[in-house]
Structures are given as C-alpha cells and as structure tokens.
C-alpha cells in the first residue's frame, strides 16, 4: 500500500493540535451503485474492490478513480495501527468534509454519523479502538438530485452545462485522528475588538481544571489570562499589550496558545472590527470598498479539492495581482485552510452556502440548510477575513413555486443570533425578505444602459433592480438598505474564441473586452452610495469561459490594466 500522503498540512490551523495522524492516502474504495451496502454489511468486509486517493473525490483525476457519472453511494476502508501511548486519553475520528450522509464504522461497529456535504465532523471513538491494527470504514451516501440536499454548482444531469459543474462524491477533505487528554478543550469563540485592545475568549472544554490563553505576536507575549473551568464554558479577556490591527493586504495575526490542563492548542486571531455604517461598509471605522470577485473554489485536477496548500494561495494572489480585495466564496463552504491564508494575507471573503439544487418552496427545506449552516458559521466565526455571511444565492422560482419565505427569514435570523459582529445577507441577487445589505446582480454588457440605470441611485436615490417584479408581482422591495452590486460582468473570453458558455456577446478584441471591462467598473466605484462591487469571475470553470484566467489558472491578460481600473479610490471610500 502507498505510504504517499497528499495534504499533509494540518487541516485547520485556527485549533491546531500537534498530536494527530494525517490519514490522507491510499484507502480501499468501492462504488456501491445500488446504495445497498450497509444491507450487506460492507461494513463488515475484509477488503473492497478498488483503490482511491483521499482526500480527493472519486470524480476527479487526482483520486485515481475519474469516474463522473452519478454514484448514489461509495464505500471507504483504511487499516490504521494505533499505538498503545496514544489510548491513555481520548481518540477522536475527523472529516474535513464528507458529501453527503456518511455512516462512519470502526472495527465494525457503527461510531455515527453526519449529514452535510460542506463541513468538519468527528466521533469520539474511544471506545472502539484498540493497540494496533484498526479498521476505519465510512459509507458516503449522495443523491444529486434529491431537491432537499445543496448541491451547489454541481450538475444534476448527466454532463456539466452551463453554470453547474462536475459532482463530488464522498471524502473531499482531510481525514485525521486526533489524541487529547480526558480534559480537553472542545472549541474556543473568539472575539477581538481593535478599540479596547482585547481579545474575549470563550471556550468550551470538557472536565475541570485550570483554563490559560496566551497571545503573542512576532513571538513576543502581549497579553494572557487563566481561569479554572468548574464546567462545561470558561471565558476570560486579554488585554494586548501591542496594538496591531488587521486590514487589506495585512493580516497582523496574533498566535494564541490556549492550555487546558494536559490539553494544548494553537490558534490565531485578528484585531478588527467589521460595520455597517449607513450606506458604507467599514473596517476599523473606516469606509472601504469592496472590490470583490467571485471564486467558485473548482479546480481541473481536484474538482472541489485543491491538489496541494500551494494552488489554495495561488487562487488569492492572483486575485490580488487583478486588483482585487476579496472574493464571495460562491455556493460552497470553502476549507479552512483557504480562509488560514485569506487571514494572513489581508483577504477579505463573504461566508456562503451550496443552497442551489434545494427546493426553496417545501418548508422541509429548513432541515436541509438550518444544521450545516450553523455548523459553518461556527467553524468560521474567528476568521477576521470572513466579513459577512451569505447563506444563500439567487432563490428563483422551483418549478413555477415562489420560495418560502420564512426559509429565508429563519435562516438569517439564526445567523445573527450567533454572529452579531458581521452583516448577513439573506439571499445574493434575489428575493430578499430580510437583509442587511440588499443586493443585486446585473449582467447587462452594454456600458451606457447599465450606467443610466445605475446613476439614478446617484442622482434620484432610486435602485435599479431587474429582479423586483416576478410573474407580474413585486417580488421584492428595497427599503433604503446599504447597496452592493455582488454580480455584474461576466464577460465571454477566450484566446482562440472558442464555443464556451457565458453571459452576454464576447468582445471580437482584447481591448474591446478591456473597454467594457473598465466602463461598468467605473460606473459601480463612481457610485457614492455603492459599497461594494463582485466581478464574475475570477478563473474560467469547465465550460464556463468567463474568468480573468483559465481554468488551469493561465492569465488571459496583462493584469496591470485591471489592478489599475480596480483599484483607484471609489466615491463612498473615505
């Protein structure tokens, strides 16, 4: 068996421990098109049929495997040894990500299991394992077509078409067992705050004893506290000796040690506060623009997966290289190690969720959204890039069925009961029902069109929305909400000008493309009363040729022009 092991990083630097085993690699892998595994106890065997690379989905090139027609279910087997030293405390199974209901066995017997495609889950498996060999089998169900799982932009027909992509399929994350002491620390909140020159802390742990937190910056200490936890949640405060602040292109992190007994772990946070003001977006009390631009997150090698830490940085600077200050995370939840490096370079990123392929209409649809969601915005509550939360995307009509709208309610107010520090977003684009920001999305390609309909909020306090009426009703009213334009552009581009889908007739030139490129930005950063605009889209995506670069990440053009158009000083900027 190959002992190669891909992603070898640990897989969420924001609660590092540095007793762990990377099971990425090769596992046993089985396709199981009848979904009938766990009636025949597959669970139970001594071996599968075939061979895969995890953490890469079956689909993809990297995993071996390249098979992209539906799977309703796939099957995984690995043999870990496990030494007697590591069973004194707890043991714990992790997934980065499993798409979508996995059933996760140890030694035979079932441990549990989670539905979800997009985030972290674990079992405390204890109990199940013993000095030496073990045998992990995880059963990954998946059903593309079933309109209460997100899907995202996954395809729901056989082939990829237009905006929607290849699938994945099962294990497309890293895969970890991690050792701690009986005490341990479960998971920390953090909540810094530039003014006061704090950090507050809020940590759940597990057992009694005393609680430290430690923060360092450059290596020097700037502050701690401790306290003894006598239950279940401690907190505490640290006061920064150093002011550092976080901002665009700064990341300024502070490293935090946090001990809880035997128990260690590192973490890290960023010193800024984020805001709506009015119609501006600020950042430590300071209106910036957001010039934003989509990432779909899909690599040509990985699908959802990147092949290594280096290609999740590379998508960030190119991004920065076109003049760009974040991006909308669109229609998935990205890895954690992709907001590590948007924290550390100074990135800022709106939090999203797969909600396509749901059916907004059916109230069943809460169960789909409410759990993982909540899951992720805990997962990435202490990121200080994430600035917003959007849940979700575009909720046009299923099958002539207007959407309900207390999902839609429900789900944002949910979201700010747990964050109160960031703005959400209820729906991208359409139809909003209760919404911090309101925006919009506009692919018209004609310069003097979109800046006639775009200057009345200028000049007559009107916006423009194409979306408001629906079937001949107003679908939805904007009420002097902050104003972001989070889709416009989408300009067609390939050298060779081949077929590929995209929004809009392509420019026959390179400077016709540069030309209206340039005018529709403008008209957004010459708005005083937009915050924010989002370009679609940063690299090409299977079919869909309208990215800055390739799929393959190739440039389509010098990138100096659009840093210059991007970046210049927008009218609501201070």
Same mark, same amino acid.
């Given at each position: 068996?190959?002992?190669?092991?891909?992603?070898?990083?640990?897989?969420?630097?924001?609660?590092?421990?540095?007793?762990?085993?990377?099971?990425?690699?090769?596992?046993?892998?089985?396709?199981?098109?009848? !979904?009938?595994?766990?009636?025949?106890?597959? +669970? @139970?065997?001594?071996?599968?049929?075939?061979?895969?690379?995890?953490?890469?989905?079956?689909?993809?090139?990297?995993?071996?495997?390249?098979?992209?027609?539906?799977?309703?279910?796939?099957?995984?087997?690995?043999?870990?040894?496990?030494?007697?030293?590591?069973?004194?405390?707890?043991?714990?199974?992790?997934?980065?990500?499993?798409?979508?209901?996995?059933?996760?066995?140890?030694?035979?017997?079932?441990? &549990? =299991?989670?539905?979800?495609? +997009?985030?972290?889950?674990?079992?405390?498996?204890?109990?199940?394992?013993?000095?030496?060999?073990?045998?992990?089998?995880?059963? !990954?169900?998946?059903?593309?077509?079933?309109? *209460?799982?997100?899907?995202?932009?996954?395809?729901?027909?056989?082939?990829?078409?237009?905006?929607?992509?290849?699938?994945?399929?099962?294990?497309?994350?890293?895969?970890? #067992?991690?050792?701690?002491?009986?005490?341990?620390?479960?998971?920390?909140?953090?909540?810094?705050? +530039?003014?006061?020159?704090?950090?507050?802390?809020?940590?759940?742990?597990?057992?009694?004893?005393?609680? $430290?937190?430690?923060?360092?910056?450059?290596?020097?200490?700037?502050?701690?506290?401790q306290r003894d936890a006598n239950g279940e949640m401690v907190c505490g405060t640290i006061n920064l000796s150093e002011i550092h602040v976080w901002d665009l292109g700064q990341g300024n992190l502070y490293d935090l040690r946090l001990t809880f007994g035997d128990d260690c772990v590192k973490s890290y946070f960023g010193l800024r506060n984020v805001r709506m003001d009015g119609w501006k977006f600020m950042l430590n009390d300071r209106s910036v623009f957001m010039r934003l631009v989509l990432d779909?997150?899909?690599?040509?090698?990985?699908?959802?997966?990147?092949?290594?830490?280096?290609?999740l940085v590379r998508d960030i600077e190119l991004s920065l290289a076109a003049g760009f200050n974040g991006a909308r995370l669109h229609e998935k939840v990205f890895e954690p190690r992709f907001l590590y490096h948007c924290d550390r370079l100074g990135y800022l990123a709106w939090g999203e969720y797969p909600n396509w392929g749901i059916d907004y209409s059916n109230p069943k649809a809460i169960a789909s959204v409410y759990y993982e969601w909540v899951e992720a915005v805990n997962r990435d509550f202490?990121?200080? =890039?994430?600035? &917003?939360?959007?849940?979700?995307?575009?909720?046009?009509?299923?099958? #002539?069925?207007?959407?309900?709208?207390?999902?839609?309610?429900?789900?944002?107010? %949910?979201?700010?009961?747990?964050?109160?520090?960031?703005?959400?977003?209820?729906?991208?684009?359409?139809?909003?029902?209760?919404?911090?920001?309101?925006? %919009?999305?506009?692919?018209?390609?004609?310069?003097?069109?979109?800046?006639?309909?775009?200057?009345?909020?200028?000049?007559?306090?009107?916006?423009?929305?194409?979306?408001?009426?629906?079937?001949?009703?107003?679908?939805?009213?904007?009420? &002097?909400?902050? %104003?972001?334009?989070?889709?416009?552009?989408?300009?067609?581009?390939?050298?060779?000008?081949?077929?590929?889908?995209?929004?809009?007739?392509?420019?026959?030139?390179?400077?016709?493309?540069?030309? $209206?490129?340039?005018?529709?930005?403008?008209? *957004?950063?010459?708005?005083?009363?937009?915050?924010?605009?989002?370009?679609?889209?940063?690299?090409?995506? @299977?079919?869909?040729?309208?990215?800055?670069?390739?799929?393959?990440?190739?440039?389509?053009?010098?990138?100096?022009?659009?840093?210059? %158009?991007?970046?210049?000083? !927008?009218?609501?900027?201070?």
């Open positions: 068996m190959s002992t190669f092991i891909p992603r070898p990083e640990y897989p969420e630097p924001q609660f590092e421990r540095t007793d762990w085993i990377n099971l990425n690699g090769e596992w046993e892998f089985e396709i199981d098109h009848s !979904a009938s595994g766990r009636e025949r106890k597959l +669970y @139970e065997a001594d071996s599968l049929s075939s061979k895969i690379i995890v953490p890469f989905c079956p689909e993809s090139s990297l995993s071996g495997i390249g098979f992209k027609d539906f799977m309703a279910a796939v099957w995984y087997r690995k043999v870990v040894n496990i030494p007697k030293e590591k069973l004194d405390g707890r043991v714990f199974l992790n997934f980065g990500a499993v798409d979508y209901e996995a059933f996760v066995y140890v030694n035979g017997k079932e441990v &549990g =299991s989670h539905k979800g495609g +997009y985030v972290r889950f674990g079992f405390d498996i204890t109990d199940y394992v013993k000095e030496g060999d073990n045998v992990i089998t995880v059963c !990954a169900e998946d059903d593309t077509r079933n309109n *209460l799982i997100p899907t995202g932009k996954q395809s729901y027909r056989h082939e990829s078409w237009g905006c929607f992509y290849t699938r994945t399929t099962g294990i497309w994350q890293t895969v970890w #067992l991690e050792f701690t002491p009986k005490s341990y620390i479960k998971s920390v909140k953090i909540f810094p705050d +530039y003014k006061a020159g704090t950090a507050e802390i809020q940590a759940d742990v597990c057992g009694y004893g005393t609680f $430290r937190a430690e923060a360092f910056f450059d290596g020097k200490a700037v502050g701690s506290f779909q997150g899909f690599y040509p090698d990985g699908i959802y997966t990147a092949k290594d830490d280096a290609a202490n990121h200080p =890039s994430i600035i &917003g939360w959007c849940p979700f995307n575009e909720t046009w009509d299923y099958e #002539l069925r207007k959407q309900w709208d207390d999902l839609l309610r429900i789900i944002y107010k %949910v979201t700010k009961e747990i964050d109160k520090t960031r703005p959400c977003i209820d729906t991208s684009g359409n139809f909003h029902v209760e919404t911090d920001i309101f925006d %919009v999305h506009d692919y018209d390609q004609n310069v003097e069109t979109f800046k006639e309909n775009y200057d009345k909020l200028n000049n007559e306090g009107v916006l423009y929305d194409r979306t408001q009426k629906r079937n001949g009703r107003d679908r939805q009213t904007w009420r &002097g909400e902050p %104003v972001f334009l989070s889709e416009y552009g989408g300009i067609r581009w390939t050298k060779e000008q081949s077929d590929g889908w995209g929004y809009g007739e392509a420019p026959k030139t390179e400077e016709e493309f540069k030309a $209206r490129y340039k005018g529709l930005t403008d008209v *957004l950063l010459d708005n005083k009363y937009m915050c924010g605009f989002c370009y679609t889209q940063l690299y090409d995506v @299977e079919q869909e040729i309208n990215g800055f670069y390739t799929y393959e990440r190739e440039a389509k053009f010098d990138m100096s022009f659009f840093k210059e %158009v991007n970046s210049r000083k !927008a009218a609501i900027e201070d």
